[in-house]
């Protein structure tokens, strides 16, 4: 009766990809311990699939992914029930929101365990202290609820070599799921696979759910190995491009340009997340080699032109707005599109200086969008993270602004779609400097359509940039219903919720 069973919770309604985070816990214990998975994007009706392993009584342990947004709802659903029907199983949940919100977490009664960061050595030695009756207080990356109530968090551990790690079962997850199935049709191409090259990131953005977990910390694997995996997946079930979901897949130019040489071969096509500051010094050859490669298109968080709010948001670098600007009329001649995100709505001092932060992200972006129309423009409201001593973080708890206390309110109306960015909930926002943010966007998109979305035909988006060009050249944003219902008519794809 030890066996773990893995949840990889429901995270997408269609095109959901690899369960990497679930996998990478399975391949700790594989040899050691048996496992099963269930991924919630695959079952339809997960809990009943869940229920139907602990049945047979040999499921102990069960491992949870949770991350902020749609994972949420499933996670506390089946935990919930577990707990309930199944009171001696250990439960453990890994991924940003425990490891962010652990009172909430903890509290609830159906969690035993947070891993707080990786949990290739901390979640197989939990394992074995259960198992054997012995201590586990000294564990690092755990956080966990003692006898009097008060929450532990123990040491966190130095980042693994990950080159050191076992191997992916990729085989294994194939005898659950068709591995076949997580390989969706994307703007990148016909079988587009997911998969993390690196943890963590060196910088301390106090708007990034990252920090807290990996605090500057960034390990990645070697190009070579990197190579090795990608081209076992599509050897084996044919991939043809990669998404590549670490937080900073470019801290490293040589190690890009050398994955870049080795996969071009290949001939997939792939997409990868960077800092501007950091790309802005690769070289003219660097970044010829990593399009040749396949590259297609970088997602950037430019976050702001405003250089105040940069500091603000505690950035870090050396980005500036004019080097936004720079870089993405750079990136034109290598015909690599960049995709920039930009927060707006951070808190300030008055509700005018807010108002004033939005207009002049607003100019700012179109300026973008001038010397670069390619650009791809993902805009967020900012959502507070939990970043412990930051000036933004005390900022955010002067204003009066408070995180759920309980699980049950997270998955609430009115926060369960919290981590979205969309409707962020903070006091110094009104309604209307919200809608004018949504409506910009609408003509923003209206004008320039995103270019994943690959259901989009030519005819479709020369009419919806014909309806939203006037408005776009007088900056008339308010009540743009006749665009909002073309793009709910043609089910208009927003890459920052739904993925490419």
């Not at 690196?198 to 990996?214: H, K, N, R």
Request: net charge neutral; charged share 25%; aromatic share 14%.
């Amino acid at each position: 009766m030890s066996k773990i069973l893995l949840f990889n919770p429901k995270s997408a309604n269609a095109k959901y990809r690899i369960p990497n985070s679930i996998l990478n816990i399975a391949a700790s214990v594989e040899g050691k311990y048996d496992w099963a998975i269930v991924d919630g994007n695959c079952e339809a009706d997960p809990v009943k699939k869940i229920e139907s392993y602990l049945n047979t009584g040999e499921y102990k342990y069960l491992g949870f992914s949770v991350m902020p947004g749609p994972q949420l709802r499933q996670a506390i659903i089946a935990a919930k029930f577990i707990k309930e029907n199944f009171p001696y199983t250990k439960m453990i949940w890994g991924g940003y929101f425990p490891s962010n919100q652990p009172e909430a977490v903890l509290c609830s009664r159906y969690v035993d365990f947070i891993i707080n960061g990786p949990g290739d050595h901390a979640f197989p030695a939990l394992i074995d202290a259960l198992e054997n009756g012995t201590p586990f207080e000294f564990i690092r990356n755990l956080i966990y609820q003692a006898s009097d109530g008060q929450i532990i968090k123990t040491a966190k551990e130095d980042l693994i070599d990950q080159d050191k790690l076992p191997s992916l079962p990729y085989d294994k997850l194939n005898q659950f799921y068709n591995l076949s199935k997580f390989l969706g049709k994307t703007y990148l191409g016909e079988k587009t696979m997911a998969y993390h090259s690196s943890i963590g990131c060196p910088f301390t953005c106090s708007f990034c759910a990252v920090v807290p977990i990996y605090e500057a910390r960034w390990k990645a694997k070697s190009a070579q190995a990197v190579y090795k995996d990608v081209k076992y997946i599509k050897d084996n079930w044919g991939a043809t491009a990669i998404e590549f979901h670490d937080n900073n897949f470019f801290v490293s130019e040589k190690r890009a340009v050398e994955f870049s040489n080795l996969i071009k071969p290949e001939k997939m096509t792939w997409w990868g997340m960077a800092r501007i500051d950091t790309m802005s010094k690769f070289k003219d050859s660097s970044l010829a080699a990593i399009r040749d490669s396949g590259c297609k298109c970088i997602f950037f968080g430019a976050e702001s032109g405003n250089n105040a709010i940069l500091e603000q948001m505690d950035k870090g670098g050396t980005q500036t707005g004019e080097q936004i600007i720079e870089f993405a009329e750079r990136l034109k001649k290598f015909d690599i599109t960049p995709e920039y995100s930009f927060v707006l709505g951070t808190p300030a001092p008055t509700r005018e200086q807010v108002q004033a932060q939005i207009d002049f992200e607003i100019n700012f972006i179109k300026r973008v969008k001038a010397v670069n129309p390619n650009t791809e423009i993902v805009i967020y409201t900012y959502s507070p993270v939990p970043t412990e001593g930051s000036e933004l973080f005390k900022q955010v708890l002067a204003s009066g602004f408070k995180f759920p206390q309980t699980l049950e309110d997270w998955i609430s109306p009115a926060w369960e779609n919290f981590d979205l960015r969309k409707n962020p909930l903070t006091p110094w926002l009104t309604p209307e400097m919200i809608d004018k943010i949504r409506n910009f966007e609408t003509v923003l998109n209206g004008v320039y359509p995103t270019v994943t979305d690959i259901k989009l035909n030519d005819m479709k988006r020369k009419l919806i940039k014909a309806v939203a060009g006037v408005r776009y050249k007088i900056n008339l944003y308010s009540y743009p219903y006749e665009i909002k219902l073309l793009q709910r008519l043609w089910k208009y794809r927003q890459p920052e919720i739904q993925g490419f």
